[in-house]
């Protein structure tokens, strides 16, 4: 199924504001042919008194930044990601979309080698993008299945950056799951603990207390982050450890978090019915506390929010 781009009227490239179809890169792109790029995934969303939001901006194009930084790419410094963020919003016409800031390496260089100083080109781009695991999975829970695909750890890769070669691995895993009739894959890494989804962090809840992978093998997840701040205003116990396939099959919850998928319930892992089957009540109570939060209606958390 091909994805309609017909909403997307402009792009902005390399400090311009361009026509989406006027938006090109060369075949010979450095980042197309051997994944050498960053970017990030990052939500606006329409507060309740009608404005635009950018949620957690700031600490999305932080890590772009330090993407790049462990991937050796010189980002701009100077670049003024949030006003062009508003800019791209405004000139779009939207009022909730997803924005796609990409550094890539362009096509200027042939082969593997990478010289000290090479400089990131980048994009930024924005679309509507509804529910990611659909409008029933987001409110039912959606099937998930352990993968036969790694989350790569440390020592083969740099997990922690948000680096375009890594989500091959994530692509092959989503397939995988696809293949086998489920909406998406779970992790492992590479010691046999529960890392995290194709494009998501993992939580469980067991015995009212909240459980999440420890920093690690993980994409040190945003609304991971957003979420444990959540769950710990609300007097939720916290605790990031080690999870194993074993304890998911027990958990009386489990959801994912990520700016694409937001908090979605999961409702069953490898044939195994989580909980009840249904989300549960800190499932609920977490993905109301977020959504009020990415709509503004949650005082404490306002400065997570960049106003367009
Ligand atoms: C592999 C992976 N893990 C976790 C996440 C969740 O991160 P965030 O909440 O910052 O979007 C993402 C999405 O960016 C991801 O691609």
């Not at 490239?13 to 960053?38: C, F, I, P």
């Not at 979309?97 to 082969?111: F, K, N, S």
């Amino acid at each position: 199924m091909s994805q309609d781009s017909s909403e997307i009227s402009y792009v902005w490239l390399n400090g311009k504001m361009l026509r989406y179809g006027e938006a090109k890169v060369s075949v010979l792109t450095h980042t197309l042919h051997y994944g050498t790029g960053a970017f990030e995934g990052i939500r606006a969303y329409q507060t309740t008194d009608g404005r635009t939001a950018i949620f957690r901006a700031t600490e999305h194009y932080k890590r772009l930044y330090d993407s790049c930084k462990a991937l050796a790419l010189e980002l701009d410094p100077s670049i003024d990601w949030i006003a062009a963020s508003k800019e791209i919003i405004q000139k779009n016409g939207f009022k909730e979309c997803y924005l796609r800031p990409l550094a890539y390496v362009g096509d200027q260089l042939r082969g593997l080698k990478m010289p000290a100083g090479t400089k990131a080109e980048v994009a930024l781009i924005a679309w509507p993008w509804g529910k990611y695991m659909g409008d029933e999975g987001a409110s039912k829970g959606i099937r998930v299945g352990v993968s036969s695909y790694r989350r790569p750890d440390v020592s083969t890769g740099l997990p922690w950056a948000k680096l375009t070669g890594g989500y091959l691995n994530s692509a092959l895993a989503r397939r995988q799951a696809s293949l086998n009739g489920l909406d998406e894959a779970i992790l492992l890494d590479m010691q046999g603990y529960v890392a995290e989804g194709s494009g998501e962090n993992i939580f469980m809840v067991k015995n009212g207390v909240l459980y999440t992978p420890p920093q690690g093998a993980i994409l040190p997840g945003i609304t991971r982050d957003s979420v444990m701040q959540l769950a710990r205003a609300m007097k939720i116990q916290v605790v990031e450890q080690a999870i194993t396939r074993n304890q998911l099959y027990l958990a009386d919850e489990l959801f994912f978090t990520g700016t694409a998928v937001e908090v979605c319930p999961i409702r069953e892992v490898d044939g195994h019915s989580i909980g009840t089957g249904r989300p549960g009540e800190i499932t609920k109570m977490i993905t109301d506390q977020f959504f009020k939060a990415v709509r503004g209606e949650n005082a404490a958390f306002s400065q997570w929010l960049t106003y367009v």
